[in-house]
C-alpha cells in the first residue's frame, strides 16, 4: 500500500506505512491545527503479484478483483482513519484487460460514491492501453503515475498522452533514476545560478513540464528542499537546454 501527503502545488511527499500515516495525520489535527481538508491523501489498490504475501494483505486474494479493491479500499481508510480519498490507484495494469477494467470498474463506483475524488492508475506505459481503459470504462483517468526517469526516455509518449487529455502526471524515479542528468552541465549551472540543489533543479524542470514529483525521502532537510523547488526561477533558456540534455541521454529527439 501507498500513502501520499500533498504539502504543495507541484511536489507530493510519499509515505509507506498507512497506519503510521493514520497516527501522524491525527496529530496534526489535534496538535497542529491541520484539518483533513488541509491534506492531499492518495494510495492504492496493489494486485497479488504486487504484494508482498510475507506480510498480513489488505484483502482474501481469493476472493473475487471486485471484492479485493473494495476490502483493500476500506482497509486504506480504516488505517488513514478518514472516510474518504482523495486519490485512489491502481498499482499497475493487472494480467488481463478484463482484470484490469474490473479493478477499474471498482474505483468508478467508489468515485461515484464519493468516496474518492480521483482515481487512476500507476505502471502503465502504453497510451494505447490508457486510451483503451478510458474508452472502455466510459470516463477520463484523473491520474497517471509512472517512473519518469532517462532509462525510459522520460517517459514522454505518456507525458504527452496526459497532456493531451489533462491527466495529472505524477513521477517518481525521477532523480534517483537519473543520475546522468543530475550531473549534467546544465543542471549544475541552474543549481549554481539560483543557489538549489540539483535535486530540486531536477524537481523544477519536471515541474515546468507539467509533471508532479513524488519525494520519497524520510530526510525532513529534503523534504523541505523539495517543497521550495516549485519557487525557482529556471529561464527559457535553461529550460531548453534541459530538454537538450534529457533527449541527448535518450538517444533521440523527445521534445
Known sequence: MQFIAKYSNDLILEMARENLVGDALETLAETHGIKRNDIFLQTKYTSITGQDT???????????????????????????????????????????????????????????ESLVHKIGISNCYSPKLLAYIIQKGGRMIDVVQNRWYEGNGWDTAVVDFCAANGIYYQSFWTLSGSPSLLESQTICEISQRTGCTPAQAIFRVAQKLGITPLSGSTNEGRMREGIE????????????????????????RLF
Open 54 to 112: 510475507s506480510k498480513p494483505l489488505p484483502y482474501d486474494p481469493t476472493s473475487s478483483v471486485t471484492d479485493q479493491v473494495r476490502t483493500s479500499f476500506a482497509t486504506s481508510l480504516r488505517n488513514l482513519r478518514t472516510d474518504y480519498l482523495d486519490s485512489y490507484v491502481i498499482h499497475s495494469p493487472l494480467q488481463t484487460l478484463e482484470l484490469t477494467m474490473e479493478a477499474w470498474s471498482v474505483l468508478m463506483q467508489l468515485q461515484d
Open 229 to 252: 523547488a516549485e519557487k525557482i526561477d529556471i529561464t527559457d533558456d535553461e529550460m531548453a537546454g534541459a530538454k537538450t540534455i534529457m533527449s541527448s541521454l535518450s538517444n533521440k
